[in-house]
């Protein structure tokens, strides 16, 4: 392993005359060291350069330890050499290399490994001020090892000015057994690398702004931990934009996916910026802008592209709403949030009552945008330097790809009879063009139907037929448009 980690081990392992056993698992040879905990040399070690848990940070206890551990050396994959990791009940933590001066605030460190085998490891980092002693501990990403080697990154940005010396940790959790290689702490790191919850979805790559809600059955507690299965199966998306370029992604990256059932829209962010103290964020009375640099969103129920909600939450469940730019509009919603490390999530329950409607139908067509504020503020949708504009907000669909598909093409198919019926009574070439040219389109949406029939639908085919179903729907908007000017005029 081409690091100090490694280095450290073995310069301990000589010094404290270890107990060591050599094996051979497979092609690998390991030698394995008893625990370090109950060494005089190494609890002084500990004692003086490892840190514990609750101030003073100078307090470890014994079983505060770096082993069981395994040391191997093989040749392949990343590197020559390896560490492996046992722990019982208690975790472990394994300093990757040596102190790191921060920079200014706002610089930004990039942390990779190699991971392998079972258990949670979490890249944490140790703060210190100017008089060496500890002024904090965040947890920067939790990641878990998988059966097969896998890379791992996190970021770290310093936003304390107090902040002398930094150095990067993994802690191993408890009832792991990991091998860890080729770890790397290097000096960059542009934020894109968005934290979330083990095992959910990477966002959809496309950059569309057509979001699907999905629906849910399950009880969702809102809590802002965004830990029920629903979240993890919802579609995600990303590709925030810069606040004064919004033709360039934002630096440093967010998150969110739509779920609904019978009663309320969820709504679940994520964003990789540095971890927000909410013990700073003052509380806010209702009607007034939270405090914190929320998150908002802009719902238009209908697409009508006209009428339109504002929606805002801060990481202490800090709420402000208005429909349009009147405050004095008032709705019982949920917003709950947290933060861990490098990452802080928002968690949303509005209920489809406020909105004077029902569960909607799938295939039901709303616009939505959703913007941040502070450092890295910027929408997701471009709509320019005022957020309130709802002719350029996204779109937001209900229902699974399958259930938008049958309902869009049933609606569309009967309105489009309907209309080519009543265009082929009117003695007009021009309405006998379109009454041909929508039917065109119809039957190509019915073949398209066929091709699919059967076949999970997945996002890059939604997509396609969306596109399909918009150009057919903008045909039979004008064909109703210029019908109901040809009865006024009559």
Request: a negative charge.
């Amino acid at each position: 392993m081409r690091n100090s980690v490694l280095w450290l081990l073995v310069m301990c392992v000589s010094l404290c005359g270890f107990a060591q056993q050599r094996y051979h698992q497979g092609f690998e040879t390991w030698r394995e060291y008893q625990s370090y905990a109950g060494n005089a040399w190494l609890e002084r070690y500990v004692k003086e350069g490892w840190l514990g848990e609750a101030p003073p940070y100078r307090l470890p206890q014994t079983d505060f330890q770096m082993g069981p551990a395994h040391i191997m050396r093989r040749e392949g994959h990343t590197g020559q050499y390896a560490l492996g990791m046992k722990t019982a009940d208690t975790p472990t933590n394994v300093l990757l290399g040596n102190m790191r001066i921060p920079g200014k605030p706002g610089s930004r460190f990039r942390m990779t490994v190699w991971l392998r085998g079972t258990g949670t490891v979490r890249f944490r980092v140790y703060e210190y001020g100017a008089d060496n002693r500890c002024i904090g501990t965040p947890f920067v990403h939790t990641c878990q090892a998988t059966p097969d080697w896998q890379p791992h990154a996190a970021v770290f940005e310093n936003s304390r000015p107090d902040i002398a010396v930094w150095f990067p940790v993994l802690e191993v959790g408890p009832a792991a057994d990991v091998v860890i290689d080729e770890v790397t702490v290097g000096e960059g790191g542009d934020g894109q690398e968005l934290i979330m919850p083990i095992g959910a979805p990477a966002p959809v790559a496309d950059g569309e702004t057509i979001a699907v809600a999905f629906p849910t059955d399950a009880a969702m507690a809102v809590d802002g931990k965004l830990n029920e299965a629903a979240w993890q199966q919802a579609e995600w998306h990303a590709n925030f934009l810069q606040h004064r370029d919004q033709t360039r992604p934002s630096r440093v990256q967010a998150q969110f996916a739509f779920l609904y059932d019978a009663d309320h829209l969820y709504l679940g962010f994520i964003s990789a910026e540095h971890g927000l103290d909410s013990t700073a964020i003052p509380t806010t009375s209702p009607g007034q802008w939270p405090k914190g640099d929320p998150v908002e969103w802009f719902l238009d129920p209908g697409a009508t592209r006209d009428v339109y909600f504002q929606f805002a939450a801060n990481i202490i469940g800090g709420t402000y709403e208005a429909r349009m730019l009147d405050a004095r509009w008032d709705c019982a919603w949920r917003a709950t949030g947290a933060s861990e490390g490098y990452r802080w999530t928002l968690e949303v329950a509005i209920p489809f009552a406020a909105f004077n409607r029902t569960t909607p139908k799938p295939g039901e067509m709303w616009s939505m945008n959703i913007c941040r504020n502070g450092e890295h503020m910027g929408p997701w949708a471009p709509v320019g330097p005022n957020y309130h504009v709802p002719a350029g907000f996204g779109l937001l669909t209900f229902g699974r790809y399958e259930q938008w598909w049958q309902s869009v093409t049933a609606h569309q198919r009967e309105q489009a009879q309907a209309l080519v019926r009543t265009l082929q009574t009117l003695s007009d070439p021009q309405f006998t063009r379109q009454a041909a040219l929508i039917d065109r389109r119809t039957r190509d949406s019915e073949t398209v139907a066929r091709e699919i029939a059967g076949q999970a639908i997945t996002r890059e085919t939604f997509l396609a037929a969306f596109s399909q179903t918009e150009q057919l729907r903008t045909l039979l908007t004008n064909a109703e448009h210029e019908l109901r000017w040809v009865h006024a005029i009559r």
